[in-house]
């Protein structure tokens, strides 16, 4: 998710079957599964560590932090080099098994080519994504396109994929840097050449817990109506009553978790600063008698 002038708003897998409907895995009661300690990490934007045991899934894991002015009144500047802070990333991020790649823009894919050749994850993005990632040097042996209706089975956790969309503002209902990539295209330098590539929603189901993971405050109605989760991670922004049309969608949850809350030109070792109010968001959670929950960067919660 893009803010600001310019925005608004298969190493690893144990198997892999297609969903006919969805709803058969959707609906399966978490009461059954035996539960485990679940560890999630927020490391700022939407990037998460999601760890049971020796699982360890990572959402859009981009830790490195540059300007760019995307939450000043002029918004980002598209030129704005692409960097890679390693000393950063090796300091939060060890071991992974699975990168969900949301949507391709910098504030979400940025780091995967590292964190991906670093612990050797599967990566799970769109076509696009992939040769965005192909472009950066991202192992090819390591990636995963995928669509959305796949069931992923991995050891430890399973992983379905829903198609999304990418949330909207403005007049004209737009988002930065759209785009698909057919090809593998040159090497991504600046901000804009890392473009939104599809988006993408997953739900990881690990110790016991179904997790429904959106990057942006927008969903797709018809892939997640009648979803059953236990948790989500929702985004504030987007058109209005995005919020109450999400959780209309799907079934009663226990806990919404906001993600992609703060002002990420900031560093990440310093308390997370809102991009926009809360208030919104907490108000559409909490009047269907949901939990919400709002971490600081670097906090834990254990479930």
């Known amino acids: 998710m893009l803010a600001g002038a310019a925005a608004a708003g298969a190493a690893g897998v144990v198997g892999a079957v297609a969903l006919e409907n969805h709803s058969e895995a959707a609906t399966t009661s978490t009461s059954q599964a035996t539960r485990e300690p679940l560890e999630l990490t927020w490391f700022g934007t939407h990037a998460w560590q999601i760890r049971c045991g020796k699982s360890v899934v990572l959402t859009d894991p981009w830790l490195t932090r540059f300007h760019t002015g995307t939450f000043t009144p002029e918004g980002a500047d598209p030129k704005t080099k692409l960097v890679i802070k390693p000393d950063v990333i090796d300091r939060h991020l060890s071991t992974a098994d699975a990168i969900l790649v949301h949507h391709g823009h910098y504030d979400h894919m940025a780091d995967v080519p590292y964190v991906a050749k670093k612990t050797r994850a599967t990566v799970l993005c769109t076509e696009t994504h992939a040769n965005m990632l192909r472009a950066m040097k991202t192992p090819n042996d390591l990636l995963s396109p995928v669509r959305g209706g796949e069931y992923l089975p991995f050891e430890g956790f399973t992983i379905e994929v829903f198609p999304s969309l990418h949330s909207c503002g403005g007049k004209r209902h737009t988002y930065a840097y759209p785009g698909y990539r057919y090809e593998v295209p040159p090497r991504p330098r600046v901000i ?24 942006t405050a927008n969903f797709d109605p018809n892939a997640l109506r009648g979803l059953q989760v236990d948790i989500v991670l929702a985004a504030p922004g987007g058109e209005p009553g995005i919020t109450d049309r999400l959780l ?39 009047k269907t008698g949901a939990e919400f929950v709002v971490l600081d960067h670097l906090q834990q919660l254990n479930l």
């Open 192 to 215: 804009e050449d890392l473009v939104e590539g599809g988006t993408l929603a997953f739900v990881i189901t690990i110790g016991g817990l179904r997790i429904l993971s959106l990057s």
């Open 248 to 286: 209309q969608t799907i079934k009663p949850v226990r806990k919404v978790i906001a993600t992609h809350w703060d002002d990420f030109d900031k560093p990440l070792d310093d308390p997370g600063i809102p991009w926009t109010d809360l208030t919104p968001l907490r108000t559409s959670v909490e």
